[in-house]
């Protein structure tokens, strides 16, 4: 993948400058994040997950953020193409980021990024530069098969929160419609790698993915407190004859419980943030953000 890269020279010698202190610092927790629980409620940031603008980005990136802090989003989540960046194209991409007032609390990774060693220890350092939280797991490795396949792996997840932790980050794990499958012991995927990591390891729902599945979003928010740290809010309908349904719904056109599944991410899941997510719509991809933001933003402004 190829961005252009549009950062001016002032911004990246300056925030080269900064970074290390702010990554000491831990300046990507805001001041609203640092305030104790008895200041009263808590408004968690909305950001994008950038695979919902793909095309865009793979075009123009410096350009595909302009727009989405121009949209309205807060927060943007990078997939897995960032792992190819230099380092000093990180920084000029935090430079614009800061510039626009966009934050990235989390990134989408192949396994190498868990893997001990030099992979490891890049995603740590462009993670760090880029203010990130979490190195979340997009997917499991091919070949995890079985409930000692799936324990196989939560072992190296488990190691891998204790390698991060000193680094100021934390581990997570993404899941799609496959991790809701039952096991040979009757247990689900996304159950065996609740119960099998610690419970600061991060279980970032995908909730669209959950509801084609036929499982309560709500209920597994309840039964993982403190662990649902962010969310994909994808919405889901049954596929009818009518075009755009399945993944195509835009935010709050589907099945899903949005009162109710917000609700119980911010008073029991342990939410930090929330994140738009869109495999495609009717529309164009500046514009799906958009309407799905706006729908969100209507949403929370009823419930308020």
Not at 124 to 132: A, D, K, T
Not at 170 to 178: F, K, L, R, S
């Amino acid at each position: 993948m190829k961005y252009s890269n549009s950062v001016s020279r002032r911004n990246f010698l300056a925030i080269s400058a900064i970074i290390p202190a702010a990554i000491a610092m831990g300046t990507s927790i805001t001041a609203a994040d640092a305030a104790p629980e008895h200041a009263g409620p808590k408004r968690r940031p909305i950001g994008l997950e950038l695979y919902s603008v793909r095309d865009e980005l793979s075009r123009d990136l410096p350009n595909t953020l302009k727009m989405v802090a121009k949209i309205g989003y807060e927060v943007v989540e990078f997939y897995s193409p960032y792992f190819k960046w230099t380092l000093p194209y990180a920084k000029e991409v935090r430079a614009q980021m800061d510039d626009l007032g966009l934050r990235c609390y989390s990134t989408h990774n192949g396994f190498e990024s868990f893997t001990p060693g030099e992979k490891a220890a890049r995603a740590i350092e462009l993670n760090q530069i880029l203010g990130s939280r979490y190195i979340v797991l997009a997917s499991a490795p091919g070949g995890t098969r079985g409930v000692d396949g799936w324990k196989s792996l939560c072992e190296k997840l488990s190691t891998a929160v204790d390698q991060l932790k000193p680094h100021g980050l934390g581990a997570g794990y993404h899941n799609h419609q496959a991790e809701w499958a039952k096991l040979e012991n009757g247990q689900r995927i996304m159950e065996v790698i609740a119960a099998n990591t610690p419970k600061e390891f991060a279980l970032q729902l995908d909730v669209g993915t959950c509801e084609e599945a036929g499982v309560d979003p709500v209920a597994w928010v309840k039964s993982n407190p403190g662990r649902i740290k962010m969310m994909h809010l994808k919405d889901w309908a049954p596929e009818t004859p009518a075009k755009d349904k399945g993944y195509r719904v835009l935010f709050g056109e589907g099945v899903t419980p949005w009162k109710d599944l917000l609700g119980a991410a911010e008073s029991v899941g342990g939410i930090e943030f929330f994140l738009i997510e869109q495999e495609g719509s009717r529309f164009s991809e500046f514009e799906t953000a958009k309407r799905c933001l706006e729908s969100f933003n209507a949403l929370r402004k009823a419930n308020s």
